[in-house]
């Protein structure tokens, strides 16, 4: 009885866990946005329209809203706890390819000649495009998963 007491409380707990860490990644994330979308990198217009053209910030309210709406009880669903793992996921790596930006917009900076060269990541913002794609995937997969179980 008290194996099943314990099992049970850690698998609650992981369910609580997935939900406060999208909510932590997605309030870290937006942060990140937010810093680069003020003065700081006006000088960087084809970042700041990706950020705008993905409406990064309006797609994470809106994730980290739905998310606390869906019942503990789904949470305990193996294919709604991957999903929402996937979630978080891309959201986590959203978080470190834009500080992956931010560092390489700073290093650029540090160089000679800084204003006449260009700032080498269009690789970097080619995978945030995709990263949005798949983060849009994946929301729209929990959503129907949700559907599934109602």
Do not use: C
């Not at 939900?19 to 003020?38: E, F």
């Not at 000649?113 to 983060?135: A, D, G, P, T």
């Amino acid at each position: 009885m008290f194996e099943y007491l314990v099992l049970n409380n850690i698998q609650t707990l992981v369910s609580l866990l997935t939900s406060d860490l999208i909510s932590t990644a997605i309030s870290d994330t937006s942060y990140v946005i937010l810093s680069i979308v003020k003065d700081d990198y006006k000088d960087y217009p084809d970042l700041i329209n990706i950020i705008k053209e993905l409406d990064l910030i309006y797609k994470f309210q809106i994730i980290k809203s739905f998310i606390t709406l869906i019942p503990k009880k789904y949470e305990k669903k193996l294919f709604i706890k991957l999903a929402l793992n996937g979630i978080k996921e891309t959201i986590t790596y959203t978080y470190k390819l834009l500080t992956n930006i931010i560092n390489i917009i700073n290093n650029h900076k540090n160089k000679y000649f800084s204003y006449i060269r260009k700032v080498k990541y269009k690789l970097e913002l080619k995978e945030l495009k995709n990263l949005s794609n798949i983060l849009d995937n994946r929301y729209n997969m929990l959503i129907k998963l949700i559907k599934l179980i109602k």
